[in-house]
């Protein structure tokens, strides 16, 4: 029965078992697995089919049930989580990828050598006064490259024309509309990803930081979220970009659906600091304890803090909307830029220069660029950090950045302990599914330890 799968699905997570063959086996040879199953001896084909197919739409119930009775029984609180990532190595070949910008480049080669093909035709043409019609090399998708080789050939029906070129067009006409047919379903898999893997088509490659080699290899993965209240997780979500920025909003909105309400606070590292998150958690009314990009450097660097140069410590006066660059000159306000983050949010930073920085003897160190120096001020993310600031530097501030680093234990004691570095099933559906039971399996073992047993 379902029931009693997902008992000993759990179990042997538990149990640090994760492949089906080895479930079967100790199904037939444990008795602990043998008395969960009550006798009952489903083969490892059942039990796959069960973890890959039947939990997909009902594990995330099930985890978020548990986490409900972890929280009525005071052992965890929903209103304050952590939240990091890790990336786990996909079940997948190492060696056999597609990258993006290699398929980009395929197909420009393709219309570069077609408009060359083309150069060959106008000369072909240049003595007669009528000239054929140019194709249109844009348009690269399979029907188009086949018909503007047949123009090509067309063209050069009936005139004298180099063995090579006849040789280039056979192979035209013979080769490039089943690449570029091939490029559009790399393109499809990519998904707008820089690469991803032929044997795992949802994992993208990712610089792993434990690598064996201790190089920093690229390898297919995947990027576990997670967030987490006293060592418990409390939610989970998967993405298939390398960095955690972009995975912010939709791991609060996993949390939101699965209990009902949002958590009032989040703690995290400057992975997450980005305007776009500050913007998702006002909005949201979440408290948050998340670092930007400099905080560490402005607290702790010296250099920076008195360096008179950077654009942070340049004097503001709100009332006339200058800056005073450090020679005591006013930087004018002259517009703004525009400009889009990876995630596409729009950004408008206001853009301020000094009157004139010629003959100044402060330009040296000041800037290097031609003309008067421009800075550009973005308003909106400076009122955010000045927020986050004094939240991170207060005494409640302090003691959740100390609390940021259970996550970091947690995924520890997953990798480590667990021993899951390395997924067994392939798409991002399904590893998901893995991601649920090992994290199950954490929070029952860490409620056992907790109780003593």
Not at 104 to 128: G, N, P
Not at 174 to 183: L, M, Q
Not at 386 to 402: D, F, P, Q, W
Request: proline share 3%.
């Amino acid at each position: 029965t379902p029931r009693m799968l997902l008992k000993v699905m759990v179990y042997a997570y538990l149990r640090n078992v994760y492949s089906s063959r080895k479930i079967e086996e100790l199904l037939n040879e444990n008795v602990h697995f043998m008395w969960l199953a009550g006798g009952a001896k489903p083969d490892h084909n059942t039990i796959s089919d069960f973890r890959s197919k039947r939990l997909k739409d009902h594990l995330k119930g099930i985890f978020s049930e548990v986490v409900m009775l972890l929280a009525e029984s005071g052992a965890v609180s929903l209103r304050e989580i952590k939240l990091d990532g890790t990336k786990i190595e996909a079940n997948a070949n190492r060696y056999t990828f597609i990258w993006g910008k290699s398929v980009k480049r395929r197909r420009e080669q393709i219309a570069s050598q077609l408009k060359e093909l083309w150069a060959y035709v106008e000369q072909v043409y240049a003595d007669e006064e009528q000239q054929p019609n140019t194709p249109n090399f844009e348009a690269i998708d399979p029907e188009a490259v086949r018909r503007t080789v047949d123009e090509i050939n067309e063209a050069l029906k009936d005139k004298t024309v180099a063995p090579k070129i006849r040789q280039k067009l056979a192979y035209a006409k013979k080769n490039y509309p089943a690449k570029i047919a091939e490029y559009d379903a790399q393109e499809k898999m990519l998904a707008g990803r820089n690469s991803c893997s032929k044997t795992d088509k949802d994992a993208t490659f990712m610089r792993m930081k434990e690598d064996h080699l201790g190089n920093g290899q690229l390898k297919p993965a995947y990027n576990v979220q997670a967030s987490t209240n006293d060592h418990y997780i409390l939610g989970y979500t998967l993405t298939q970009s390398a960095g955690d920025t972009l995975s912010l909003p939709g791991h609060i909105d996993e949390f939101e659906k699965g209990y009902g309400r949002k958590p009032e606070s989040v703690t995290a590292d400057a992975g997450y600091g980005s305007e776009a998150n500050y913007d998702y958690l006002e909005e949201k009314d979440i408290e948050a304890f998340v670092k930007y990009a400099l905080f560490n450097k402005e607290q702790n660097d010296r250099k920076h803090q008195t360096n008179a140069f950077h654009a942070d410590n340049l004097y503001y006066n709100e009332q006339t909307d200058t800056y005073t660059c450090p020679s005591g000159q006013p930087m004018r306000y002259i517009g703004d830029t525009e400009r889009m983050s990876v995630g596409g949010h729009h950004k408008q930073p206001r853009m301020y220069q000094a009157q004139n920085c010629r003959g100044c003897p402060m330009r040296g160190p000041c800037h290097q660029a031609e003309g008067n120096r421009i800075i550009q001020r973005n308003a909106n993310l400076i009122r955010h950090r000045k927020k986050i600031k004094e939240l991170l530097t207060s005494e409640i501030g302090i003691e959740k950045r100390r609390q940021r680093y259970e996550v970091e234990a947690v995924f520890g004691n997953i990798k480590q302990n667990k021993g899951f570095r390395r997924f067994m099933l392939r798409g991002l559906e399904k590893v998901t599914i893995e991601t649920g039971l090992i994290a199950l399996a954490h929070n029952l073992k860490r409620l056992s330890r907790a109780k003593g047993n």
